[in-house]
């Protein structure tokens, strides 16, 4: 982030804390909780958010070398990652073109090809069918129209982003719109992965999301983990177009009271959260970054996938450092996965409970706010209701 940005933000921050205030909307707002529970707003929502536009499925450094790849089920589709010999990032459906069966698994690195595990047609790191056993038996297959399938990809920024549909465009343009030079600064694509953490949950995918939208919570259901880090009910948010961008600052951000301005370093001092529109949130810590990826499962209303991916300046190649990463997302993990997720699968309960028709977001809860607006406006739903 530009040093004059994180002046700017923490001035704000500062101010707030003066004045024991918080970053606010005009109104309340409220949400039908159709937003959550129906199968036709799900429906639309995986048509257009998922299917329909280019997802970040990855950081750069997860397909650093050449034949590194990467895959992805997330989507309707089976997603293959990969970087071919020239350096260029590639997707493809992760289908052999002979009869259909499933390139590879997981994650891994293939060296200059990918040999299917049925009959072991072969292609390279570009698509390229290279190799047919039993070749006289295939006369009329063209090797030159028998490539994978490929998908649009761009990256940008350390990021991957791929259109699960061919004839949809890769960039995430205007998508990012205001945030290109900021995200590029945290050199994303130089990071190290360190790992991937997978678990569904039984919520909607924008229950999981919201749980990083405010602070308000942090002093009651976090009051035994990370609420004491943090100063409670006290965010700085801007959006950018669909997307967010929210300060959440440490008690340790009062240190700048006593530091000349040049000196201030607000991502020592806080945790910056984005949300990339429609699903990603990516937390940028002082020493890491996090990097959450959140799909409806199937497109349906009341459940959803979350990734948590880690990644870290430098390989954890001592047994030290390794210690040091796991005491990290342990933390991570006990703080989202025994407080706001469990919590987040109530809501859903909740709100098919009949209790109520909509719920409330405060003043308080501008991220929140934004991010709810934003897709219930790009999906058609009944915007949010002020007061
Ligand atoms: S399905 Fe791949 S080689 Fe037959």
Same mark, same amino acid.
């Given at each position: 982030?530009?040093?004059?940005?994180?002046?700017?933000?923490?001035?704000?921050?500062?101010?707030?804390?003066?004045?024991?205030?918080?970053?606010?909307?005009?109104?309340?707002?409220?949400?039908?909780?159709?937003?959550?529970?129906?199968?036709?707003?799900?429906?639309?929502?995986?048509?257009?958010?998922?299917?329909? %536009?280019?997802?970040?499925?990855?950081?750069?450094?997860?397909?650093?070398?050449?034949?590194?790849?990467?895959?992805?089920?997330?989507?309707?589709?089976?997603?293959?990652?990969?970087?071919?010999?020239?350096?260029?990032? %590639?997707?493809?459906? /992760?289908?052999?073109? =002979?009869?259909?069966?499933?390139?590879?698994?997981?994650?891994?690195?293939?060296?200059?090809?990918?040999?299917?595990?049925?009959?072991?047609?072969?292609?390279?790191?570009?698509?390229?069918? #290279?190799?047919?056993?039993?070749?006289?038996?295939?006369?009329?297959?063209?090797?030159?129209?028998?490539?994978?399938?490929?998908?649009?990809?761009?990256? &940008?920024?350390?990021?991957?982003?791929?259109?699960? %549909?061919?004839?949809?465009?890769?960039?995430? /343009?205007?998508?990012?719109?205001?945030?290109?030079?900021?995200?590029?600064?945290?050199?994303?694509?130089?990071?190290?992965?360190?790992?991937? =953490?997978?678990?569904?949950?039984?919520?909607?995918?924008?229950?999981? #999301?919201?749980?990083?939208?405010?602070?308000?919570?942090? *002093?009651?259901?976090?009051?035994?983990?990370?609420?004491?880090?943090?100063?409670? /009910?006290?965010?700085?948010?801007?959006?950018?177009?669909?997307?967010?961008?929210?300060?959440?600052?440490?008690?340790?951000?009062?240190?700048?009271?006593?530091?000349?301005?040049?000196?201030?370093?607000?991502?020592?001092?806080?945790?910056?959260?984005?949300?990339?529109?429609?699903?990603?949130?990516?937390?940028?810590? #002082?020493?890491?970054?996090?990097?959450? &990826?959140?799909?409806?499962?199937?497109?349906?209303?009341?459940?959803?996938?979350?990734?948590?991916?880690?990644?870290?300046?430098? *390989?954890?190649?001592?047994?030290?450092?390794?210690?040091?990463?796991?005491?990290? #997302?342990?933390?991570?993990?006990?703080?989202?996965?025994?407080?706001?997720?469990?919590?987040?699968?109530?809501?859903?309960?909740?709100?098919?409970?009949?209790?109520?028709?909509?719920?409330?977001?405060?003043?308080?809860?501008?991220?929140?706010?934004?991010?709810?607006?934003?897709?219930?406006?790009?999906?058609?739903?009944?915007?949010?209701?002020?007061?």
């Amino acid at each position: 982030m530009l040093h004059a940005t994180q002046v700017t933000l923490s001035k704000r921050v500062l101010a707030h804390l003066d004045a024991k205030t918080t970053d606010t909307t005009a109104t309340l707002a409220h949400n039908d909780i159709t937003a959550f529970t129906s199968p036709d707003r799900a429906a639309r929502e995986w048509e257009q958010l998922f299917l329909g %536009r280019p997802q970040y499925l990855g950081l750069s450094c997860q397909i650093r070398g050449v034949g590194d790849y990467l895959t992805n089920d997330d989507l309707g589709v089976p997603i293959l990652m990969t970087r071919d010999e020239a350096g260029k990032a %590639r997707a493809f459906l /992760n289908v052999c073109r =002979h009869r259909g069966a499933r390139l590879v698994d997981g994650c891994g690195k293939t060296g200059r090809s990918f040999s299917c595990p049925y009959h072991g047609w072969t292609y390279d790191t570009s698509g390229q069918l #290279i190799g047919i056993p039993d070749r006289r038996n295939f006369d009329g297959v063209q090797e030159a129209t028998y490539g994978l399938r490929e998908l649009p990809l761009e990256e &940008r920024h350390g990021m991957l982003w791929v259109a699960p %549909r061919p004839e949809i465009a890769a960039s995430p /343009n205007p998508e990012l719109e205001g945030l290109d030079e900021e995200l590029a600064s945290y050199g994303f694509g130089e990071y190290h992965h360190y790992k991937t =953490h997978a678990r569904r949950w039984k919520m909607n995918w924008k229950i999981a #999301i919201d749980t990083f939208l405010e602070p308000y919570h942090f *002093p009651v259901l976090h009051k035994n983990t990370v609420g004491p880090v943090f100063f409670p /009910n006290l965010c700085v948010v801007d959006g950018f177009g669909q997307n967010l961008r929210e300060v959440l600052p440490r008690r340790s951000i009062v240190e700048m009271h006593h530091q000349a301005e040049a000196d201030w370093d607000l991502v020592e001092h806080s945790a910056i959260v984005y949300v990339l529109f429609p699903n990603i949130v990516v937390v940028v810590q #002082i020493d890491h970054h996090e990097i959450w &990826r959140i799909y409806p499962v199937g497109g349906k209303a009341d459940e959803c996938m979350v990734y948590l991916e880690f990644y870290i300046p430098e *390989p954890a190649t001592t047994d030290k450092a390794v210690e040091h990463w796991r005491k990290n #997302i342990n933390l991570t993990l006990r703080t989202v996965e025994t407080e706001d997720f469990p919590a987040g699968e109530g809501i859903q309960v909740g709100l098919l409970s009949g209790a109520q028709d909509s719920i409330v977001y405060g003043r308080n809860e501008p991220a929140l706010q934004h991010f709810e607006k934003v897709v219930g406006e790009a999906v058609g739903a009944r915007p949010l209701v002020g007061e």
